[in-house]
């Protein structure tokens, strides 16, 4: 069983920037697409990132494409989100999520961190 932490949220006002992680024990992220989602309060839960076993072909949501960028460490089980150009409406918590498949779709990713709160003001 694949259990993930994210840590790196915070305060940060608008313009700024945050790394986020998220480290994997339990198992290999290897094999496993990686995936960074949001959830703010009264919204779904929504994907901003995704990213192949090999670290190729990124998906980006278009609320997010162009600020931030999905990267991962197989070698050392870590999963990273840099958030540049951060706004006050990319406030919410952000989730690291491991699904055995390609997608986008929220219910094919099975392992969750617990989330970290990313809070920009404006």
């Known amino acids: 069983q694949v259990q993930l932490v994210e840590s790196g949220g915070g305060l940060v006002q608008a313009g700024g920037s945050l790394r986020l992680s998220c480290a994997a024990s339990g198992g290999a992220i290897g094999s496993y697409v990686m995936g960074w989602f949001r959830q703010a309060p009264g919204k779904e839960r929504d994907i901003l990132a995704a990213l192949s076993w090999s670290g190729t072909k990124p998906f980006y949501a278009d609320a997010v494409k162009g600020r931030f960028t999905i990267d991962r460490d197989n070698t050392n089980n870590m999963v990273y989100l840099e958030m540049n150009s951060l706004k006050p409406e990319d406030t919410a918590v952000y989730y690291c999520?491991?699904?055995?498949?390609?997608?986008?779709?929220?219910?094919?990713?099975?392992?969750w961190g617990q989330g970290t709160q990313v809070t920009v003001s404006s």
């Open positions: 999520a491991a699904s055995e498949i390609l997608s986008r779709r929220i219910d094919d990713y099975i392992h």
